[in-house]
């Protein structure tokens, strides 16, 4: 694991950027809703309910995929890094991340929160190396409304 940090989420969305992106924010539409997240080139933003209390954002750089039979949802979106560190966060309290540069599919995982810290979610951001980076939902659950790509970009806010 490269990164791990508590978060309070603001606008029930994390946003995964590259640094030279000046204002990190989507414009979201209902399909985006549908499908748990907003992207443009160099940006993401990946959808989390409204809830109270804080989440825990864990963050690595994995070969393959292996997801979580207790994850609530599970969304995976195109994500190039040119240089580092790229921003994770929130509008308001990014953290700088190290990634390595390479081509990815960034794979968004909605976990049941953990039990030492009392967070609400556990979110796993995985950098998953490939040649061929892909738009898919890997597990729709309750909080999508769509198993399949409904939009893949976004307006920039």
Same mark, same amino acid.
């Given at each position: 694991?490269?990164? #791990?940090f508590p978060? *309070?989420?603001?606008?029930?969305q994390i946003?995964?950027h590259l =640094?030279n992106?000046?204002r990190?924010g989507?414009?979201?539409?209902d399909d985006?809703v549908a499908?748990g ?8 933003? &990946?959808g +989390? =309910?409204?809830? @109270?209390?804080?989440?825990l954002? /864990? +963050?690595?750089?994995? @070969?393959?995929? @292996? %997801?979580s039979?207790?994850?609530?949802w599970?969304?995976q *979106?195109p &994500?190039?890094?040119a !240089?580092?560190?790229i921003?994770i966060?929130?509008?308001g309290n990014?953290?700088d991340?190290d990634? =390595?540069?390479g !081509?990815?599919n960034?794979?968004? #995982?909605a976990?049941p929160g953990e039990?030492?810290? $009392?967070?609400t979610f556990?979110l796993?951001? /995985?950098f998953i190396? *490939?040649?061929? =980076?892909?738009?898919k939902?890997? /597990?729709a659950? $309750?909080?999508?409304?769509?198993? /399949? %790509?409904?939009r893949r970009d976004?307006?920039?806010g």
């Amino acid at each position: 694991m490269i990164a #791990e940090f508590p978060i *309070t989420i603001l606008y029930t969305q994390i946003v995964v950027h590259l =640094p030279n992106i000046p204002r990190p924010g989507l414009l979201w539409d209902d399909d985006h809703v549908a499908q748990g997240f907003a992207w443009s080139e160099g940006i993401v933003s &990946f959808g +989390v =309910p409204d809830h @109270d209390g804080q989440c825990l954002i /864990k +963050v690595d750089v994995l @070969d393959t995929i @292996d %997801i979580s039979d207790s994850a609530y949802w599970v969304v995976q *979106t195109p &994500f190039e890094v040119a !240089s580092s560190p790229i921003k994770i966060g929130t509008i308001g309290n990014m953290k700088d991340i190290d990634v =390595p540069a390479g !081509s990815f599919n960034l794979v968004f #995982e909605a976990l049941p929160g953990e039990a030492e810290g $009392d967070y609400t979610f556990s979110l796993n951001l /995985k950098f998953i190396r *490939t040649d061929k =980076p892909e738009f898919k939902i890997l /597990k729709a659950g $309750d909080e999508l409304s769509t198993n /399949k %790509i409904l939009r893949r970009d976004a307006q920039r806010g």
